[in-house]
């Protein structure tokens, strides 16, 4: 297993982690604060990438520099842009 795999376990056991203890706060009816939200959506942000984005050292995933790689970032960022322009004009 490389550290790639390794990394994206325990990135994702982290953040089912802290989604699990924010459901069960709700559940108790304590308040869920900033800092739930803030650590659940970075660790969502340091899994997609992990388990997206192969290394050149390991020779395994998709590389960032290949076509297809670019595709991929284009058509998330126009999905980014889209969604941040939805929510910005309904808000």
């Known amino acids: 297993m490389n ?3 390794i ?3 325990a990135v994702g056991a982290a953040t089912l ?3 699990a203890f924010t459901i069960y706060k709700v559940m108790v009816g304590k308040d869920v604060g900033f800092n739930e939200i803030i650590t659940i959506a ?4 340091m899994f997609f990438p992990m388990i997206t984005w192969g290394t ?3 020779k395994d ?15 998330s960022s126009k999905i980014s ?7 910005y004009l309904e808000l």
């Open 7 to 9: 990394g994206a376990t």
């Open 3 to 5: 550290t790639r795999k």
């Open 61 to 75: 995933g998709i590389f960032e520099d290949d076509e297809l790689g670019k595709k991929i970032t284009e058509r």
């Open 42 to 45: 970075t660790l969502v942000m």
């Open 17 to 19: 982690i802290v989604v």
């Open 56 to 58: 050149k050292a390991d």
């Open 81 to 87: 842009y889209f969604l941040l322009l939805f929510l």
